[in-house]
């Protein structure tokens, strides 16, 4: 393939584009809209994993203990938990401490009034495995001396759920969406070609082979493709720098994903279908009705 | 250089279009294709250029088998044939120099060849002063040249014209009778389908004769009358 051919490619492709302007706008249009959702459902997931994998480190078991136990019985209950299977960390807040901390959480000044400590002595236990939360709990509930026992039932389920509540429905649209990026984009094709069909029986009969023919054609679908990714990609980025700082002011304890080279995958994969989508659906076109 | 051996074409409507015919083009000819409407001639010519697949027979050209050749390399086949066409299927939004490169573009030729190749065949055709012009700004004698000029501008074997002259005048169909007869001096082999029987009486050139797509006459220095 010489240089020339290249240039012939490329003059070509750009030529039709302008000739189909609306088409193409339409097409590009399309690919846009469906990356800028797959980007969106992307981050959300990105993000979503980052917040429940954040919680699960949190999460821990609440062990509240009758009232007046002596501190013999305390330091053996301590032992027996320390020692169920699965439990990594066991910590003993005094019903003392429990108040200083509440005290220093809501202000002193409100709890004024209140002439006893209401607050319980108190375990606060850590699991290996956030999912071995719900087992763990169960068993100390068991042990004597252990009023009630607490923990964040479901959250991080429910978290996981969303997740890939989110992925599907993102996969979802995609799809349709991307559906019809390839559908417009192989009409648009099928436009340029229908309105060449002269210059490309003349071409035929000067000689040109096959891929000669076809290859403006997929060149112009994956131009489309990749200028509605590189649209996409730049509303996407530029959408999520300001939300991430909308976030960080009004809720700075979220965990965001804000390190470029975390998202950049998200991109990669923004400009990369929109490269396949541009390319099946020229393909698609240039098969079907360059019969050459 | 073209043979042609019990070629037969059967169209999908059961229309016979050609018969058994058996055909050698010299290296060199100038052959005109005569016969009444419907004879043939087109069906012969898109069967040498592999634009259609003869129902029987073989075609051998440049010593190849056109009928078992793959389909990539129908354009290499395509490249040592030029064709000129009654209605001369010029790109309208291209000039004159571009009509006649696009030839060699197509081909990937380097631009270095083109540069030097297309000014000559417009001199040979007589219209180097026109290169900037486009079609709908040229006579039909210089349309019919500008396409004569792009079938040239390969350097093919072969020039097949389907009546070349059909929408030409007397005396624009004889300049271009005139520049066949040089390109013919030049070496290239021609294969030309007409109805013009007093150009191909004035010639006296080998006619091939084809009614009802069989071949009923064939010689040197013929006359257009058949069948009479
Ligand atoms: N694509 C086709 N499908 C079916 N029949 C065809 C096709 N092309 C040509 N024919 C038939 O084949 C026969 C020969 O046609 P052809 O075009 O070769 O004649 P011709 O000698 O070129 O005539 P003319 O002098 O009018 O150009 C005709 O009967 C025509 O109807
Ligand atoms: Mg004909």
């Known amino acids: 393939m010489g240089l020339n051919a290249v240039r012939y490619y490329f003059r070509e492709a750009f030529a039709s584009m302008r000739r189909n302007g609306w088409l193409s706008l339409a097409s590009v249009g399309t690919v846009t809209v469906s990356l800028i959702i797959l980007g969106c459902s992307l981050l959300l997931v990105l993000n979503a994993n980052k917040l429940a994998a954040a919680l699960e480190g949190m999460l821990e078991i ?10 013999e019985k305390i ?34 000044d409100k709890l004024e009034g209140l002439d006893y400590n209401p607050l319980p002595d108190a375990f606060r236990v850590k699991t290996r495995d956030p999912q071995q939360v719900p087992q763990v709990a169960g068993e100390i509930a068991r042990l004597a001396g252990v009023e009630e026992v607490r923990y964040g039932q479901g959250l991080v389920e429910k978290l996981l759920a ?9 996969w979802v649209v995609m799809i349709l969406l991307g559906g019809a990026a390839v559908f417009l984009i192989s009409t648009t094709i099928r436009v340029s070609v229908f309105s060449r069909r002269k210059e490309i029986n003349i071409m035929k009969y000067l000689g040109a082979t096959n891929w000669f023919i076809r290859f403006p054609f997929l060149l112009e679908g994956m131009f489309l493709g990749l200028a509605g990714a590189f649209l996409a990609a730049v509303t996407v980025f530029y959408g999520y720098v300001l939300t991430v700082r909308e976030i960080n002011t009004l809720m700075p304890f979220l965990p965001i994903v804000s390190q470029f080279g975390e998202v950049l995958p998200v991109f990669a994969c923004v400009v990369g279908l929109g490269l396949l989508i541009g390319a099946a659906g020229s393909a698609l076109s240039v098969r079907r009705f360059l019969n050459v | 250089m073209l043979r042609l051996y019990n070629v037969s074409k059967v169209y999908q409507n059961n229309v016979t279009a ?22 043939g001639k087109t069906t012969l010519a898109r069967l040498i250029f592999r634009e259609e697949l003869p129902t029987r027979g073989q075609i051998i050209f440049n010593g190849k088998n056109v009928v078992r050749m793959r389909p990539g390399e129908v354009p290499f086949h395509r490249r040592k044939i030029g064709m000129v066409f009654q209605d001369f299927r010029l790109l309208p939004l291209k000039n004159v120099y571009e009509n006649v490169s696009f030839a060699l573009e197509v081909t990937g030729a380097p631009s270095k060849e083109i540069k030097r190749r297309v000014p000559e065949v417009l001199k040979l055709v007589g219209l180097e002063g026109k290169a900037k012009m486009f079609p709908h700004q040229l006579s039909g004698g210089e349309q019919q040249r500008v396409c004569v000029a792009r079938a040239l501008v390969n350097n093919p074997l072969l020039l097949i014209a389907d009546e070349p002259t059909g929408n030409l005048d007397p005396d624009t169909s004889w300049d271009l009778m005139k520049l066949f007869q040089r390109i013919n001096e030049q070496g290239t082999t021609i294969i030309m389908a007409t109805h013009a029987w007093d150009i191909v009486d004035a010639m006296k050139r080998r006619v091939v004769a084809l009614s009802r797509g069989r071949i009923v006459r064939d010689e040197e220095g013929g006359a257009y009358s058949y069948g009479a």
Do not use: C, W, Y
């Open chain 2, 18 to 39: 050609l018969d058994n015919i058996n055909l050698h083009v010299r290296k060199g000819d100038f052959l005109f294709l005569v016969g009444p409407s419907g004879a």
């Open chain 1, 75 to 108: 330091r053996q209950l301590n032992e027996q938990i320390k020692f169920l299977p699965g439990v990594a960390e066991v910590e003993f807040i005094s019903r003392e401490d429990a108040l200083k901390k509440m005290q220093q959480s809501i202000g002193a």
């Open chain 1, 62 to 71: 609440n062990v509240f203990l009758v009232d007046d136990l002596d501190r």
């Open chain 1, 162 to 170: 969303i997740t890939r509540a989110i992925r599907i429905a993102g």
